[in-house]
């Protein structure tokens, strides 16, 4: 078998199977599970919609934003608390306890602080891809390698070298923060829109096509989440290949 | 000509490591400090490199205070010491980068001491696929490559296989005895200590004491690079003899 036969053809039975014990499903149920000619007909209707475009664009947007901000505040705080013995230990159990906390159940706190359903949809999305920024990057600092800010001090290096060899050091780790925080975050910010509504968003049309019982276009927007996670989680690994070549050989 | 004089350190909080330290090493002198694990021979080594500063006493490194001296260091962990996310050329420019030499003379000066190294492995390899004696050789020519006055070397051979062991000290003996290099090692084996110096000190029980008239020659009938036939030979082990006697009977 050809590399390329063995890297494409696995995913391509996989699939296959999957579509078609899906196919049987909607035979056997179809007023719960549409066929799969139906759904993949709604996906390429809903794709040529301009408003599905401004709902995709809005949840991107929202997540990408939620992401940054916890790329923002999660790394410096999980870089100061993984080197920092004393900090460590204050505020090491914290990690775990909000880490613990679905982000989802502190969306009536976010309401609460911000009296904007866009805020708190935000806020929330931002809270948990922060708390896997931070446990993340915690992680990486603290068992990074001491050893090598050494070498380069013994060599000469100036104080802003010695801190590029600190960070590159944690890189991989936020590398694998950034990643999982893109999912969570996509996650998080739909939920919000089907909770809280949105003008434009896919969490919300999801909530229009429930309520309408479209249940062609509630799966084919499902897919297209799906599509979008995928797509943003593609993008996430490119960015980010870069740290994590060396990652697995700290 | 490196110069400790009554020098003594002690970590905040706990017992001294090193009561009054005084000895010296020549130039173009090789010399090993012996003794067993947790004598203080790596905070010996701190104070020499400038990482950790004595609580006592004065030490010279050729006339300069540690940490300003040009002198190069070989960590026991090799791999730790090293950037993964560079390939073994920029690894090994190191410190000519952070002397601000261009790309040019740093490859070419690392290609002629790879050379003079035998090291067998292209320079384009990351250090994760090094081997153990590979990683070993890369952090002498990244300790050799600035020229410096001394090199200094902690436990070098310690995870080092017999081949790879042999490798480098025919290597580094080579390299030494063409520099007229100053030499310091620091070992708990008796028998590569012998072999690469001239004199061997051993560290005394903690606090360590020493006056500078600890200091036993090493009786050799080759001159540098010496053969590594001689370790099978009598008088090799009669060094040995010598010294582990002098162990005994303190």
Redesign the interface.
């Known amino acids: 078998m050809t590399p390329i036969v063995s890297r494409f053809l696995p995913p391509i039975i996989g699939g296959s199977i999957l579509l078609l014990l899906w196919q049987v499903a909607s035979l056997s149920a179809p007023t719960l599970i549409p066929s799969v000619s139906a759904v993949a007909r709604a996906t390429f209707a809903l794709l040529g919609s301009e408003q599905v475009r401004r709902d995709v664009l809005a949840t991107v947007s929202r997540t990408l934003l939620a992401v940054g901000i916890a790329i923002g505040a999660g790394v410096p705080l999980g870089a100061i608390m993984g080197s920092t013995h004393l900090f460590r230990a204050a505020f090491g159990w914290l990690i775990d306890f909000l880490r613990s906390i679905p982000a989802f159940v502190l969306l009536p706190l976010f309401i609460t602080v911000f009296r904007s359903g866009d805020a708190a949809r935000l806020g929330m999305a931002a809270f948990g891809a922060g708390i896997v920024m931070l446990a993340s990057t915690a992680f990486g600092a603290a068992h990074g390698?001491p050893?090598?800010v050494?070498?380069?001090?013994?060599?000469?290096?100036s104080r802003l070298?010695r801190f590029a060899?600190a960070v590159?050091g944690i890189l991989p780790a936020v590398a694998d923060g950034v990643r999982i925080s893109v999912s969570l975050g996509l996650v998080l910010v739909v939920v919000g829109e089907i909770v809280l509504g949105a003008t434009y968003g896919l969490g919300t049309r999801v909530n229009d096509s429930l309520s309408g019982f479209e249940l062609d276009r509630m799966y084919a927007l499902t897919v297209i989440v799906g599509c979008v996670g995928y797509a943003l989680n593609l993008l996430a690994r490119v960015l980010t290949n870069r740290w994590s070549?060396?990652g697995r050989?700290? | 000509m490196l110069v400790l004089d009554r020098v003594s350190f002690a970590y905040p909080r706990r017992q001294p490591v090193l009561a009054s330290v005084s000895f010296e090493v020549g130039p173009g002198e090789a010399v090993s400090l012996i003794g067993e694990n947790g004598a203080g021979k790596s905070t010996l080594l701190s104070l020499l490199i400038g990482t950790a500063v004595p609580t006592a006493g004065s030490i010279s490194v050729f006339g300069r205070p540690p940490g300003t001296a040009q002198v190069g260091m070989v960590w026991q962990k090799a791999y730790d010491s090293l950037y993964p996310w560079w390939d073994a050329m920029n690894n090994a420019a190191l410190p000519l980068k952070l002397l601000g030499w261009t790309r040019r003379a740093r490859r070419q000066r690392v290609e002629q001491l790879a050379a003079e190294l035998n090291l067998d492995f292209p320079l384009s390899r990351m250090p994760y696929e090094l081997s153990g004696g590979e990683l070993q050789k890369l952090c002498v020519v990244r300790a050799l490559v600035a020229d410096p006055s001394i090199l200094i070397m902690d436990e070098p051979f310690a995870n080092l296989s017999l081949e790879a062991t042999n490798d480098l000290m025919v290597h580094l003996q080579a390299a030494q005895a063409k520099r007229g290099l100053t030499l310091l090692i620091v070992s708990h084996s008796l028998e590569h200590s012998v072999f690469l110096s001239d004199t061997v000190i051993r560290l005394t029980p903690k606090p360590v004491t020493l006056t500078g008239e600890e200091k036993i020659l090493v009786d050799c009938p080759y001159s540098r690079p010496r053969p590594l036939s001689w370790t099978l030979e009598p008088t090799f082990r009669r060094n040995i003899d010598r010294i582990r006697m002098g162990a005994l009977n303190p």
């Open positions: 390698k050893l090598r050494e070498v380069a001090r013994v060599y000469g290096a070298f060899v590159r070549a060396y050989h700290l």
